[in-house]
Antibody
Framework: QVQLVQSGAEVKKPGSSVKVSCKTA????????ITWVRQAPGQGLEWMGR????????NYAQKFQDRVSITADESTSTVYMQLSSLRSEDTAVYYC??????????????WGQGTLVTVSS | SYVLTQPPSVSVAPGQTARITCGRD??????VHWYQQRPGQAPVLVVY???DRPSGIPERLSGSSSGNTATLTISRVEAGDEADYYC???????????FGGGTKLTVL
């Protein structure tokens, strides 16, 4: 059974950084794409970026290009998402998800439980 | 880039059928996937590749796609179906998912 377990809630000051972890269990870690999606309070889903652990390749949404970094540690099957220069608008629940891809079909098959990041002075 | 259009809300009485649409130009060239997000929970995949269901998803939830519109149909609606529903396609050129704005299903 595939599980994605994320780190706990964080409270951060404006201008600081946050690093959220996503530990995967089940399946072969480095062959799947892990993507990050966030959801501000009362809002929809917003894609942030993704990593393919096997290759270490990343792709970021233009909106976050300058502030986000996604990394992977194969030894612990964990993916990290770091967001810097935090502002109040970054208050959101951050989700990691494993992407299923086959024959041109791509969807988010498994999701982590979400991590609430609150940015407040 | 892609824009997927969903109605903000749909309301239906218990036992009736709810239909949630997802529209986009040239949608027919993309596989559409649907997620259910109950309050305070993470999204869950309920339909993939337009009309397939992951194991454990009841047959009451079904998907279809025709022309520029995909539809998630929930038959015999129950109170537990009350949730936000999101459609999604993959932008191949930019290599990332695109989500619709979400539809809040209210069970009256």
């Amino acid at each position: 059974q595939v599980q994605l377990v994320q780190s706990g809630a964080e409270v951060k000051k404006p201008g600081s950084s946050v690093k959220v972890s996503c530990k995967t269990a089940g399946g072969t870690f480095n062959t799947y794409t892990i993507t990050w999606v966030r959801q501000a309070p009362g809002q929809g889903l917003e894609w942030m970026g993704r990593i393919i652990p096997m290759f270490g390749t990343t792709n970021y949404a233009q909106k976050f290009q300058d502030r986000v970094s996604i990394t992977a540690d194969e030894s612990t099957s964990t993916v990290y998402m770091q967001l810097s220069s935090l502002r109040s608008e970054d208050t959101a629940v951050y989700y990691c998800a494993r992407v299923f891809s086959s024959w041109g079909s791509f969807y988010l098959e498994y999701w982590g439980q979400g991590t609430l990041v609150t940015v407040s002075s | 880039s892609y824009v997927l259009t969903q109605p903000p809300s749909v309301s239906v009485a218990p036992g009736q059928t709810a239909r949630i649409t997802c529209g986009r130009d040239n949608l027919g060239t993309n596989s559409v996937h649907w997620y259910q997000q109950r309050p305070g929970q993470a999204p869950v995949l309920v339909v993939y590749d337009d009309s397939d269901r992951p194991s454990g998803i009841p047959e009451r939830l079904s998907g279809s796609s025709s022309g520029n519109t995909a539809t998630l149909t929930i038959s015999r609606v129950e109170a537990g179906d009350e949730a936000d529903y999101y459609c999604q396609v993959w932008d191949i050129s930019s290599d990332h998912p695109v989500f619709g704005g979400g539809t809040k299903l209210t069970v009256l």
